[in-house]
């Protein structure tokens, strides 16, 4: 198919566009840089462009002859929404409304979208499953919540093919170390505590060490990256009209802060020194997916499901991009 990919540039949408490529489908990626890099993606077409510029998209749509839209290009921190929230319902919520009446206008019927366990706010049973309620508890999960139900109705009264996806936490690295997660500033468990290993920061601040889960710290369910470019085209290729899906992707299996550290130290060979802080506002203690819907609607399993070889590749990444795209 010749595939839009809105936000291509950034962590998922990078590895995603790799993968579409090298399936043999036709690739644009449009971006406005203003998270992602340039040099993430060096395949397909790419156009700078604004996601709330409906006549660009819709120029970009006939242009390309495009079949299917992939959008990736959500804000996506917490706090930051927190603070800035008319930031996020305007690049969450009304800028993808411009895209998804570009495409209305254009004929334009699939579309697969990012969504997020943010939805889920503080869920009361672990593992998650998507019949579990969606009660978010900060501006971000709102406006990703708020998304998806325009994509419903669309998929609905339009006949949209709808798939949203619903990550856990995105982890690693394109095995090849090519390219990995760069997020200026960086705010991710992950990354942060690599950098500690590369000697960039002097240590790792684990936010919270009271929660009741058996080591004190925070559980969640980090899935690699590939894994969740792997499931994103065979949503793709499973949308028709009216086609309304929405999917949890995680490995089914939960990592506290203290043991990601600790894979961290086993694949780096770095002590990475630790300090306890305060919880960090709006962290649930546990976030675990059931993703076997999506293994059974998609054929999907996750590749990646011991954490030291998604820890490996992102280590593998981080070393040889000590300053991300920069480097
Ligand atoms: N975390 C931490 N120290 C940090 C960054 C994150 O202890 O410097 C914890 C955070 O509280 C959460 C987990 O690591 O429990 C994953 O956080 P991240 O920001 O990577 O992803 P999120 O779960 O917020 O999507």
Redesign the pocket.
């Known amino acids: 198919m010749k595939v839009l990919v809105i936000g291509g540039a950034g962590y998922v949408g990078s590895h995603t566009v790799r993968k579409l490529v090298r399936s043999g489908h036709e690739v644009v990626v449009y971006d406005n840089l203003s998270r992602g890099h340039r040099p993430s993606v060096p395949e397909g077409i790419f156009v700078k462009g604004e996601l709330s510029d409906r006549e660009a998209l819709q120029r970009v749509l006939v242009q390309y002859g495009i079949d299917a839209v992939m959008h990736f290009a959500a804000f996506a921190l917490?706090g930051e929404s927190v603070a800035q929230p008319a930031m996020y319902y305007q690049n969450n919520v009304s800028a993808p409304l411009e895209l998804l009446e570009a495409m209305r206008a254009e004929k334009v019927w699939r579309i697969v979208f990012s969504s997020t366990t943010a939805t889920y706010g503080q869920p009361e049973t672990i593992p998650i499953a998507e019949s579990t309620p969606q009660f978010p508890i900060n501006p971000y999960g709102f406006t990703k919540l708020v998304f998806e139900h325009a994509l419903s109705d669309y998929a609905h009264a339009y006949g949209f093919g709808c798939a949203a996806l619903r990550y856990f936490?995105a982890a690693g690295a394109s095995p090849d170390g090519d390219i990995g997660e760069d997020h200026d500033p960086e705010?991710?468990?992950?990354p942060?505590v690599l950098q500690t290993a590369l000697g960039q920061r002097e240590r790792?601040?684990?936010?919270?060490g009271d929660y009741p889960t058996p080591d004190g710290t925070?559980i969640?369910d980090y899935i690699h990256v590939d894994d969740l470019a792997d499931a994103h085209l065979k949503a793709l290729d499973l949308l028709e009209p009216s086609s309304n899906l929405q999917l949890n992707l995680g490995t089914g299996s939960g990592q506290s802060?203290k043991q990601i550290i600790e894979a961290c130290r086993r694949i780096t060979g770095h002590p990475i020194p630790t300090t306890i802080e305060q919880r960090?506002p709006g962290?649930p203690a546990e976030l675990v997916a059931d993703s076997s819907l999506a293994q059974r609607v998609l054929g999907w399993t996750p590749r990646y499901t011991d954490i030291n070889d998604i820890v490996a590749t992102a280590w593998q990444w981080h070393r040889s991009h000590p300053r991300g795209y920069a480097s």
Do not use: A
């Open positions: 917490v936490n705010s991710h468990l992950i942060l790792i601040g684990i936010f919270g925070c969640r802060v960090r962290d």
